[in-house]
Nanobody, 115 residues
Framework: QVQVVESGGGLVQPGGSLRLSCAAS????????MGWYRQAPGKQRELVAT???????NYADSVKGRFAMSRDNAKNTVYLQMNSLKPDDTAVYYC?????????WGQGTQVTVSS
């Protein structure tokens, strides 16, 4: 089954760190642009970061300097290292795989930043 599955969410205190993972199955992972999106309660889903097949990255202004996205093509996995977390980072984080008109979404993983 073609899918992407997120993991690594949880509860963390402000200023803390988390690393999210997203494992892809049954796709030619190397040609996909991978992305992390998030959706907070009552808000629209927004882009957090993307990484191209050539490992070029793009970040939302709100996370620049705090988050880092990477990919391991041997493991069909992407990561989102999140540092200096803030309460405003609380959201469900979704992984996305995109190639031309083909897009795959994961089920999401909850990240809660609270003391």
């Amino acid at each position: 089954q073609v899918q992407v599955v997120e993991s690594g969410g949880g509860l963390v205190q402000p200023g803390g760190s988390l690393r999210l993972s997203c494992a892809a199955s049954r796709i030619n992972f190397n040609i996909y642009t991978m992305g992390w999106y998030r959706q907070a309660p009552g808000k629209q889903r927004e882009l957090v970061a993307t990484i191209s097949p050539s490992r070029s990255t793009n970040y939302a202004d709100s996370v620049k300097g705090r988050f880092a996205m990477s990919r391991d093509n041997a493991k069909n996995t992407v990561y989102l290292q999140m540092n200096s977390l803030k309460p405003d980072d609380t959201a469900v984080y979704y992984c996305n795989a995109a190639f031309r008109s083909n897009t795959i979404w994961g089920q999401g993983t909850q990240v809660t930043v609270s003391s």
